[in-house]
């Protein structure tokens, strides 16, 4: 099948049921674009073709002998490169860990396997999954950033490598690059996807996230991914969310929405504001649906310093080997966030780790009277340069408090670069998102 690789995994995986298409056709339509345009996009890290293919093979020798078959059976993902995986090594966006290769597959990638899905390769992450970016460039101009840590997730999807991709945020890390890289991206209520065989940053922050290129492909692996381990002590064993099922009812009404400009509003470019603008008009001229613009209570202006105290604080303990044993290996941004780490005090952290719960109960509380916040994934497109991977700071309020984040391609800027909108719901409420998500795009698509 011609340009197979531009098919949604939706899509794809109706071919492959179909006949129309084998798994093995899939994966080097994957390679053919990949040698189209990986030199100048950078988004793998590691990729081994005879790997994938052969990975490919034996799905379509499932297929042809009638055995089970999984959600994502046949379907390339991209896994990014501070996941574990026991075929490919695993760097970190590193060279502490070169050369470093897993013996076991972390939890998520074992449920990925096990669903039938084809490990295409590793995508590039920044150092550490901090800020100091890869190599990876931003596919709509790759005189700019893509956004980070999950760079090279983002990138992959967006340039047609792959349909599917799965990254990280601690911050902004899987938003971010969605919203610059103009892609579907998830970041699943906290502790609703496994950690474990995954890099630690910050254990009250570190959220797996998910790439697509639309709200039906993202919904497909959330599905698979969303299942309880007893390996990562933050999860729940609770019963998984059913995303597709449930995005596919019927609204029982129309959502009301709040339209939060958040602190850090001031900061957001002009034509940023004026795209929200356009699009709470067009939502509000139907009498039926509200868009309510809304600002947070003042205290939500120091949540910044303390998700950053968390952060830098975790940083500290977490690479606290490779600061002493490596400190030359590491970037001085990274350093930097270490060393400022290492002075937060016991009681400093313990307070911001309980203002965040103070935070988190008001935002439970605003979410019984409001479906879903929008607001802006970034400040705007994607900055120019590839030496910083842009600003987190329209992340942080939601990522602190653990709140379920699809970003919308919706906007562009005055230079075509995508602008992500940010649809934020109630923790736990992560299929109710998804369905209010898709009502959102049907309404402007009318």
Not at 159 to 175: D, K, R, Y
Not at 422 to 428: E, L, M
Not at 438 to 443: H, M, V
Request: aromatic share 6%; with cysteine; glycine share 8%.
């Amino acid at each position: 099948m011609k340009n197979a690789n531009l098919l949604s995994a939706v899509e794809a995986r109706e071919a492959l049921e179909e006949g129309i298409l084998t798994s093995v056709e899939l994966v080097e339509a994957c390679f053919e674009r990949i040698d189209e345009v990986e030199e100048s996009i950078g988004a793998w890290a590691h990729l081994d073709r005879e790997t994938a293919l052969e990975q490919a093979r034996q799905a379509d020798s499932f297929r042809r002998r009638g055995l089970p078959l999984g959600a994502l059976h046949g379907l390339p993902v991209g896994i990014k490169d501070i996941i574990d995986t026991s075929d490919y090594p695993t760097e970190r966006g590193s060279v502490i860990y070169q050369g470093r290769t897993p013996t076991t597959d972390a939890t998520l990638v074992s449920l990925l396997r096990e669903a039938g899905a084809i490990i295409l390769g590793k995508t590039v992450t920044t150092e550490l999954a901090v800020y100091t970016p890869g190599k990876t460039r931003n596919p709509h101009n790759t005189d700019h950033t893509p956004g980070g840590s999950s760079s090279g997730s983002a990138a992959a999807v967006a340039a047609g490598m792959v349909a599917l991709s799965v990254g990280t945020q601690t911050n902004g890390s899987v938003i971010r690059p969605a919203s610059y890289c103009g892609v579907y991206g998830f970041k699943p209520s906290f502790a609703r996807i496994s950690r474990s065989g995954i890099m630690t940053q910050s254990k009250p922050l570190d959220t797996v996230g998910v790439f697509a290129r639309s709200l039906e492909d993202l919904a497909l692996i959330s599905d698979v991914l969303m299942r309880y381990d007893s390996q990562d002590n933050d999860m729940k064993p609770v019963a998984p969310p059913c995303i597709a099922q449930v995005m596919a009812e019927d609204v029982p009404v129309n959502p009301h929405f709040a339209f939060v400009r958040t602190p850090m509003w001031g900061q957001v470019e002009q034509s940023t504001k004026d795209g929200f603008r356009e699009l709470i008009d067009s939502v509000n001229k139907e009498n039926s649906v509200i868009i309510d613009v809304v600002d947070l209570p003042a205290q939500f202006g120091d949540i910044y310093k303390d998700h950053r105290n968390i952060m830098e604080t975790d940083l500290a303990a977490s690479f606290a080997k490779e600061y002493r044993d490596s400190k030359s290996q590491l970037s001085a941004e990274l350093c930097e966030m270490i060393e400022r780490g290492q002075k937060v005090l016991a009681m400093e952290y313990n307070a911001s780790l309980s203002k965040i719960e103070e935070y988190s109960e008001y935002l439970n509380d605003f979410f019984d009277e409001y479906d879903a916040i929008l607001t802006p994934s970034t400040p705007g497109a994607a900055p120019a340069g590839i030496d910083n991977t842009g600003s987190p700071i329209m992340n942080t309020i939601w990522t602190s408090c653990g709140v379920p984040v699809i970003n919308l391609p919706l906007l562009q800027n005055l230079d075509g670069l995508p602008v992500g909108v940010q649809i934020v719901a109630g923790k736990g409420d992560d299929a109710r998102l998804f369905r209010t998500s898709r009502w959102l795009l049907e309404f402007l698509n009318d």
